[in-house]
Structures are given as C-alpha cells and as structure tokens.
C-alpha cells in the first residue's frame, strides 16, 4: 500500500504565506535603511572620534605648555636668588608655590573648557538639542552656587590673592583675625605660624584686610623717656651716636636702610619726656632692630649717666578702688523706734495677772 500526500498539505496555506511576505518586507525595509544610513553613521563615528582625539591633543599640549612655563618661571627665581641682590628680592619658597598656584587653576580652567567643549560638539552631532540640556545645568549651577557659595567665595578670593601678588611665604601679615608669618597660601585657606607658634588656617573668602609688614620696607619706632630735668641736647647727641655705631655694625648695617633718626619729643609731662626715634629697616626686621637699640641706647645712657624716668604706676580702674559707701549699712525703717514698723516690731507685753 502506497501512501501518497494530499495537495492541501503540500501547498503552504494563506496565512502562512502573509507572514513570510511580512518578514520579507521588513527585512527588505530594514536593509534599506541601514543602507541609506550607513554613510552618515560612519561619518558621524569619524567626526566624533576627530573630535575627541584634538581635545585630548589640545588639553595635553596645552597643560604641557603650563607646566613647562611654570618650571621656567621658578628656574627663574632660582637663578635670581642666588646673585646678591636677588637673595634679599625674591624668595624661592613663595615664588614657588604661587606659580604652582597659579599653574594648578590654569590647567584644570583650560582642561574644562577643552573637555566641556568637545562634549557638546559631540552632543551637537549626534543631534541632540542642547537647549534643555543647557538650562537644566545652568539651574544646577545656580543651585550649588547658592549651596557652596562660601567655598566659591574663599577659591576666588585665593585666585585673586595669588594673581595679585598679594602676600607669600615668609610674609609677615596682619590679616585682622590673626596675625603671624605665612607658611602656605593655598587657594581656599592661608596657613600663618603666630608670635606664639600656633598655626592659623584662615579662609581666604573671610580676610577683609590685608596688611603686609614685609613688602618695601618697615618702619622701627623706639620711645625713650628721660626724666624732665635732664640735658636734652646731650641726650639727642648720645641717641644719634648710638644709631651710626649701630648702621656701621654687623649684621645690623645690612638691615637698616637709613640712617637712626631722632625726630624730637612727642610727650612732655611733669615726671618725664619721651624722644622718639626711627629708622627705615629690611621688611620684617622691624622689630629686631628695635630690641637692639633699646639696649644700646640704656647703655649709652647710663654711661653718660642721663636718667631715665619712672614708669608712671597704673592708675586704679573702677573696678579696683574700693566704694566707701560698701561699708555702711541701707537706712532702715526699724532704727527709728516711733516709726510703726518698729512698734510693730515690739514685743507684745505680758498680762498683768495679778489683778
């Protein structure tokens, strides 16, 4: 017995053939589409590809070119300290950290500018609108400006800081909240070692004001009180001798500018006078010098046998004198015996019982 197929199975039936026409058709559509885009999508991958590799090029010749002027500038320095008038004119240390400063914020600026630049130009040919993009970072922006305003505050009052050549290391500065010598000034915070040796960390956004006792040159002051019944034109004489013993003496002749001078009296009072006397010094040594000319001039004095005045007693405050009235007593209205609150006050009599 022979099997044979029937036509209805051999022939393949209408729905199945609507879905191979189907399929056909889509991936006749599908290849027609990839092959109507294939070359924009090949130049697209090679202008963003060109895109990235010259920012990468960019960013890194131009951080080179930072970092090699940087290492130039403090070559510079370096050479420069060690002529002889250079040592006294430039400090290493602080050229050092404020071109290191300055070389760290230029490159990361021109690294986001390069970096930013490159992904919205990438963006941008991928086709995508920037616009909301662009809004939504610039309200992100506002709201971590408003969140780290003081950080933004203190980094921009760093950058100007250092542009501005406004203090560096071994500085001596007076920056209203603390006073001491600079030893690291960085873009947020400045470092200061205090008279005592403490160290202060003071933002950079909170100084108000700055006063540099080392730029130029310094000033030292010395008030000397004789008393009132001394020769004034001697005293003079011996105080002007003793700054041109002083200016012709190491290592003080270096650090003195100008000659000691004595500029007259500025107190007169019944038990003493004061002289003052100045003299224009190296920035920061000031106060050293000051030290050395009290001593010389207490010597100098007492060898002439001038006199010195008293140090006038402090005067007692108001806290300290004692009140007189502390010792009496408030009025009371029991010292009166009429008054009715000392009859009040008596004891009520015992009866009488013997009536």
């Known amino acids: 017995m022979f099997w044979s197929a029937s036509p209805a199975a051999a022939t393949p039936g209408p729905h199945r053939r609507a879905s191979l026409d189907d399929a056909t058709e889509k991936a006749t559509n599908a290849a027609g589409w990839v092959e109507e885009n294939w070359a924009t999508w090949l130049t697209s991958a090679l202008q963003i590809a060109l895109i990235i590799v010259i920012a990468v090029i960019l960013r890194h010749v131009i951080r080179r070119t930072i970092t090699k002027l940087i290492e ?35 490159r990361s600026v021109a690294s986001f500018v390069i970096m930013g630049t490159a992904a919205l ?36 009052s ?50 108000k004001r700055i006063g540099n006792l080392s730029q130029g040159w310094s000033t030292a002051t010395v008030d000397v009180m004789i008393a009132p019944n001394q020769d004034l034109d001697r005293a003079r004489a011996v105080i002007t001798a003793v700054g041109e013993e002083m200016s012709k003496s190491e290592p003080w002749n270096e650090q003195l500018w100008e000659a000691v001078e004595v500029l007259g009296l500025s107190e007169v009072h019944l038990d003493s006078v004061t002289i003052s006397v ?73 009866p009488n019982l013997s009536k």
């Open 278 to 350: 100045s003299a224009k010094t190296m920035p920061g040594k000031a106060l050293g010098i000051e030290r050395e000319l009290r001593w010389r001039i207490k010597k100098a004095l007492d060898t002439e046998g001038i006199t010195l005045a008293p140090r006038p007693a402090a005067a007692l405050t108001d806290e300290t004198t004692p009140d007189p009235s502390a010792a009496v007593a408030a009025p009371s209205a029991l010292a009166s015996p009429t008054s009715p609150q000392s009859l009040a006050a008596a004891p009520i009599p015992a």
């Open 72 to 106: 130039r500038m403090n070559r510079t320095a370096t050479a420069a300290q060690g002529t002889a008038l250079g040592g006294f004119l430039v400090n290493a240390e602080r050229r050092r950290q404020r071109s290191e400063a300055i070389g760290s914020v230029l």
């Open 158 to 207: 760093g950058v100007f800081m250092i542009l501005e050549d406004q203090y560096g290391v071994g500085d001596e500065i007076d920056a209203g909240v603390a006073t001491g010598t600079v030893v690291e000034v960085g873009l947020r915070v400045t470092k200061l070692r205090g008279p005592n040796g403490a160290i202060w960390y003071i933002r950079n956004g909170e100084v």
């Open 121 to 156: 130009t990438v963006l941008s040919v991928l086709k995508i609108n920037l616009a909301p993009l662009l809004a939504s970072a610039g309200v992100a922006g506002v709201a971590i400006g408003f969140g780290a305003r003081n950080l933004v505050t203190d980094f921009l």
